[in-house]
């Protein structure tokens, strides 16, 4: 499965922004798909996942309400949908694809590229 992120940029504190995450090859293998970010000099954290075939999603407490995350199936495409964006969201932002369903960077066996998310206060 090849991963390829998009829709990084500066923003300001209380703006939006939409990332997405095409996906191609052995799709089939991506059970549940997942966006993830890391801060320079911190660990990579879960953001949110979605179950592929079920839809069912899940959210970090801290992003909770303002972030959606959605699927276009026809474009093999997942998305992040980040309202109310506060400087601490500022990181790079990852997606990843997963053969179960987690929140632990571990069970992820596939990884695009990231792409920045600046918010500004």
């Known amino acids: 499965v090849q991963l390829q992120a998009s829709g990084g940029g500066l923003v300001q504190a209380g703006g939006s922004l939409r990332l997405s995450c095409a996906a191609s090859g052995r799709t089939s293998r991506a059970y549940t798909m997942g966006w993830f970010r890391q801060d320079p000099g911190k660990e990579r954290e879960f953001v949110a996942s979605m179950i592929w075939s079920t839809r069912s999603t899940y959210y970090a407490d801290s992003v909770k309400g303002r972030f959606t995350i959605s699927r276009d199936n026809a474009k093999n495409t997942m998305y992040l949908q980040m309202n109310s964006l506060k400087p601490e969201d500022t990181a790079v932002y990852y997606c990843?694809?997963?053969?179960?369903?987690?929140?632990?960077?571990?069970?992820?066996?596939?990884w695009g590229q990231g792409t920045l998310v600046t918010v500004s206060s």
């Open positions: 990843a694809a997963s053969t179960v369903s987690s929140r632990y960077t571990g069970d992820y066996d596939y």
